[in-house]
């Protein structure tokens, strides 16, 4: 039986594609013959028989997530806030002895850029509109690119530590023959795929990367997502010395500038398919 789909974005986000791995998924549900309604906001409700919360904004306000709960089967219903300083292992912070190398990075995911476009939500209503401006002395993230890596944490301006919209974080790399590694596992439902990024450069994103490599998810990472109770995302972890080190958790996947191979559907169409281990 055929199903209706619907997709709750945030209701300043109305122009959602091509920016989103969802869209794609859009399509090809619709080609397989479901109905997929995208919403816009909470003000009015229509009926689906599966909603995926897709708000993109590292706080997902309440009344999203109440919204949602009116659907018979909910997606990422409890998936509610992805800052790092909310999963991060490794946050040092001013009082702490620590050695070795650290990065600065945005609390917020994507650098708080999301936070900025959809300035008029409930987040905002408690942060300032532009947090980082506040603080004349400290960094302006345009992007992940520009996080600051230090030696010790020492070096850290103290002011970074206080900033709210900050994390100061070890730094613990995947490296080979002095090439970086990150590894993103993403998933729907009982479906799942996962690439391993090398890049020169520390910052591994699809902007750096030199190569990619289809591998397994590691275990460790698949029972974290389960316990985090997330149905539909991105994590992004490495392997440093023997450990899982989980960086960055992702709810409204980007898709990016890269090219859309066949590869790359086949890898969409495989996860989409996810959908239906709900039903």
């Not at 506040?134 to 960094?139: A, C, G, I, K, N």
């Not at 996080?147 to 994390?167: E, M």
């Amino acid at each position: 039986m055929k199903k209706r789909i619907a997709i709750l974005f945030h209701e300043n986000d109305k122009k959602p594609r091509p920016k989103y791995v969802i869209v794609y998924f859009a399509d090809i549900w619709r080609e397989e013959g479901n109905e997929v309604i995208f919403l816009f906001g909470v003000k009015k409700f229509v009926p689906a028989d599966l909603i995926i919360v897709h708000v993109d904004l590292s706080v997902v306000p309440d009344e999203y997530l109440e919204f949602a709960k009116q659907y018979p089967i909910v997606l990422n219903g409890k998936a509610k806030d992805i800052r790092k300083s909310t999963f991060s292992k490794n946050l040092v912070s001013l009082d702490e002895h620590c050695e070795g190398r650290v990065i600065v990075k945005s609390d917020l995911n994507f650098a708080g850029l999301p936070e900025q476009k959809l300035q008029f939500s409930r987040l905002f209503r408690i942060l300032p509109r532009f947090p980082f401006r506040l603080f004349r002395r400290e960094p302006h993230f345009k992007s992940s690119l520009d996080y600051q890596f230090f030696d010790h944490p020492r070096l850290v301006p103290q002011s970074y530590f206080k900033n709210p919209c900050l994390v100061v974080e070890k730094f613990l790399p995947e490296m080979e023959n002095s090439l970086y590694f990150v590894r993103s596992y993403h998933f729907l439902g009982d479906r799942m795929t996962c690439t391993r990024l090398a890049s020169k450069n520390p910052i591994v994103k699809g902007d750096t990367q030199i190569k990619t490599e289809n591998i397994a998810a590691h275990v460790e990472i698949i029972e974290l997502r389960k316990a985090m109770e997330f149905d539909y995302g991105k994590f992004d972890y490495v392997i440093h010395n023997g450990e899982v080190v989980l960086l960055d958790i992702n709810k409204t996947t980007g898709f990016g500038s890269l090219p859309y191979t066949s590869e790359l559907k086949a890898m969409h169409s495989h996860r989409a398919a996810g959908i239906y281990s709900y039903f």
